[in-house]
C-alpha cells in the first residue's frame, strides 16, 4: 500500500527532529499520539472487520477498505504539518544566520 510506504518514509524523516524536542513539546506529544494510538488503533480496528466484509459499504456510505484509506492519509497529513512545523524553526535559523553573514561580510567588502 502506497500510503503506508509513505508514512514510514515520513516516520524515518521525522525521527532525527524529534531527537531534539523535549518530552514535554507539543509536536512531540503529538507525534506520539499519532503514532503511539491513533495508527495502531485504526489498523486494529480494520484487522478486526472479516476481508470479505472491507470493500462493503456500510451505513456511513464508506467501506472499511476506503475508511482506512481516508484515515491513513489524514495521519499521513498530520505527520507532514508535524514535520514542517518542527523543521521550520531551523529554517527559520538557518535564514537568520544567512542575513546576518551577509550584512556582516557585505559591510566589509564596502569599507575596504
Known amino acids: 500500500m ?3 510506504n509513505g508514512i514510514g518514509v515520513q516516520l524515518d524523516m521525522l525521527s532525527p ?5 523535549n518530552e514535554g513539546d507539543a509536536a512531540a506529544y ?3 499520539k499519532l503514532v503511539g494510538e491513533h ?6 480496528g480494520y484487522r478486526a472487520i472479516p476481508a470479505s466484509m472491507r470493500s462493503k459499504a456500510t451505513d456511513s456510505g464508506k467501506s472499511p477498505d476506503e475508511q482506512l484509506i481516508g484515515g491513513l492519509t489524514l495521519i499521513e497529513k498530520e505527520i507532514a504539518g ?3 512545523q518542527i523543521a521550520k524553526g531551523d529554517i527559520d535559523n538557518l535564514s537568520i544566520r ?3 553573514l551577509e550584512l556582516k561580510y557585505d559591510q566589509s567588502a564596502e569599507a575596504e
Open 98 to 100: 544567512g542575513r546576518y
Open 39 to 44: 495508527l495502531p488503533e485504526l489498523i486494529n
Open 82 to 84: 508535524v514535520t514542517q
Open 17 to 21: 527532529q524529534l531527537n531534539k524536542l
Open 2 to 4: 502506497q500510503i503506508v
Open 30 to 32: 503529538e507525534v506520539r
